[in-house]
C-alpha cells in the first residue's frame, strides 16, 4: 500500500469516528491553525524566501493576515453556520419542519499552488475544517521549502489523522488522484484542472477548481489615469506577475495609451515590459500570462471593449477602472467574469463575505468565509412530518378523481407567504384550510 493509500484511508477512517463532526472539536483545530500561523512566521516567511524571495514583511501582507481573518471568522461564525437554516414553507408543509441541515462531505483533497503556497492552500483548509471534514493536503513541489514547513509543522498542531500533509511531486500526486475522495479542491492552471476533473469522474467526485485565465483591465479615458495606473502597475506586477487574478492585459482608447504606458513605467523600479498595439491574434493574446508582461490592446469605445471580452473565455477578473458608474455597471451587467473589481485590483480577494472562484474556463466552485464553508458542506434538505392529518393526505392515494386533482392544485399551487404572517394568523389560516378541505371533501 502506498504512503498516499494510507494517508487517505487514515483521514478516512478519523472521520468515521465523528470526531471531527463535533463543532467545538472543529473550533479547537482552528484556533489550533491559528496558533500555527502566529508561532510559526518565522519559518513560513524563511521558506518563502527561499522559493519565491519574498520579503519577510511581504508574508503577512500577501499569504497569512488573511488566513488569519478567515480563521477568526469561521470560529466567531461556525455556529451560525452550521445551524439548521429554515426555508419557506408551502400548504402541504405548513405544519411540517423543513430545514437545510450543513453536513459534512467526508474527505476532501486540497491541492495547493506554489505561487500563493499559503494563501491558495490554508485557504481551502479553513472551509474544510469548518465544515467538518477530513483533509488531505498536498502542497505544491514547486514551493519546495514551504512544503516541508507544511510537512514538519502542521502536524505538531492539528490532528495529524484528519488532516495528514503529504508532500512530493507529479508522482504522487498522481497517486493521491487514484483514491476515492469526497471532494476534490485545486487551485492551478486549466490544463492540469483538466487532468483533475478527469481523475475525479472515476469516483463521481466533486471538484472545486480555482483556474486563470485571462482577466482584462478596461481603463476609460475619463479617469485618473495616475492613480489607476498606479493600481493596475501593482496589481500586475505584484509577485513578478504570477498571480492568477492579476490583470492580463489592458483595453484602452488610442488617445490614451501612449499616457498609460508612461504612467506605468513611473510606477516600476526595475523597467517593466509592457506591450504597445498588440494584435488580438497575438501570442501573447492566446494564453494566461502569468509573468511581468502586459500587452496594452486599443479599442475605440466600450462597446468595442465588452464585444472584445465577449468573444473570449471567461474570465477569473475583470477590472474596470473609470469615474462613470453607469459605465461600471453597463460592463458588469453585460459581460461575465468569475469576479469584478472597479477602480482597483486583486483586493476583492481580501473581502471575505465575497465569493471567490471562477466560471466557465476560470474554473468552478467557490470560498472565502461562508462561501468556502457552504462549498464543502452537503446542504441536506430535511423534512420531519408527523403521523396525524392523513384526511389531507387521502388526495394523493389512488384511485384518483378530478375531485383530489382539484384539492391537489389548490395544495401545491397555492404558496401564501408565510413567513411575513404572525404566528396567530398562520394558525388560523391552517385551521380554515382544513376546515374547508373537510367540508368539502368528506361532507358532499
Known amino acids: ?16 469516528t465523528g470526531r471531527s463532526r463535533q463543532l467545538e472539536y472543529r473550533i479547537s483545530q482552528l484556533k489550533n491553525l491559528l496558533r500555527f500561523v502566529k508561532e510559526r512566521q518565522q519559518d513560513i516567511a524563511e521558506g518563502l524566501k527561499k522559493d519565491l524571495k519574498r520579503s519577510e514583511l511581504g508574508t503577512p501582507l500577501y499569504e497569512t493576515l488573511g488566513l488569519e481573518s478567515e480563521i477568526d471568522l469561521a470560529v466567531r461564525k461556525l455556529k451560525e453556520w452550521a445551524a439548521p437554516r429554515p426555508v419557506s414553507k408551502s400548504m402541504m408543509t405548513i405544519s411540517d419542519q423543513v430545514y437545510i441541515q450543513p453536513e459534512p462531505l467526508g474527505v476532501v483533497l486540497i491541492l495547493g499552488a506554489w505561487n500563493y503556497p499559503w494563501a491558495v ?3 481551502p483548509l479553513i472551509g474544510a475544517i469548518a465544515a467538518g471534514n477530513a483533509a488531505v493536503i498536498k502542497p505544491s513541489e514547486v514551493s519546495s521549502h514551504t512544503s516541508k514547513v507544511m510537512e514538519d509543522f502542521l502536524p505538531l498542531y492539528l490532528d495529524k489523522e484528519l488532516y495528514p500533509v503529504v508532500t512530493g511531486g507529479v508522482a504522487e500526486t498522481q497517486e493521491l488522484l487514484k483514491q476515492r475522495f469526497d471532494h476534490i479542491f485545486y487551485t492551478g492552471n486549466g490544463t492540469v484542472g483538466k487532468i483533475i476533473m478527469l481523475a475525479a469522474t472515476q469516483h463521481l467526485t466533486p471538484t472545486t477548481l480555482e483556474l486563470g485565465g485571462k482577466s482584462p483591465c478596461y481603463i476609460d479615458k475619463n479617469c485618473d489615469l495616475s492613480v489607476a495606473c498606479r493600481r493596475i502597475a501593482w496589481g500586475k506586477y505584484s509577485n513578478c506577475g504570477q498571480t492568477c487574478i492579476a490583470p492580463d492585459y489592458i483595453l484602452c482608447d488610442p488617445s490614451i ?6 504612467e506605468i513605467k513611473n510606477n516600476i523600479i526595475v523597467p517593466p515590459t509592457v506591450l504597445k498595439d498588440v494584435k488580438p491574434d497575438a501570442m501573447v493574446m492566446q494564453e494566461e500570462i502569468f509573468g511581468p508582461l502586459l500587452p496594452v490592446l486599443t479599442v475605440k469605445s466600450p462597446d468595442e471593449a465588452i464585444k472584445f471580452i465577449n468573444q473570449r473565455e471567461k474570465p477569473l477578473a475583470l477590472y474596470i477602472f473609470s469615474s462613470d458608474s453607469k459605465l461600471i455597471n453597463r460592463m458588469i451587467a453585460e459581460t461575465s467574469s468569475g469576479g469584478v473589481l472597479a477602480n482597483d485590483c486583486l483586493i476583492h480577494f481580501s473581502v471575505n463575505s465575497l465569493p471567490f472562484g471562477g466560471v466557465g474556463n476560470s474554473g468552478m466552485g467557490r470560498y472565502h ?3 468556502g464553508f457552504d462549498n464543502l458542506s452537503h446542504l441536506r434538505g430535511c423534512l420531519i412530518k408527523k403521523l396525524k392529518m392523513e384526511g389531507v393526505n387521502k388526495m394523493r392515494y389512488p384511485p384518483h378523481t378530478a375531485k383530489k386533482l382539484s384539492w391537489a392544485r389548490f395544495f401545491i399551487l397555492k404558496n401564501p407567504d408565510f413567513a411575513s404572517l404572525g404566528r396567530l394568523a398562520l394558525l388560523a389560516l391552517m385551521a380554515i384550510a382544513v376546515a374547508v378541505f373537510v367540508q368539502r371533501y368528506f361532507i358532499d
Open 121 to 123: 492552500t490554508i485557504g
Open 1 to 16: 500500500m502506498s504512503r498516499e493509500q494510507k494517508a487517505v484511508e487514515r483521514a478516512r477512517k478519523a472521520f468515521l
Open 369 to 371: 468565509g461562508r462561501h
Open 257 to 262: 495609451q501612449d499616457r498609460v504606458i508612461e
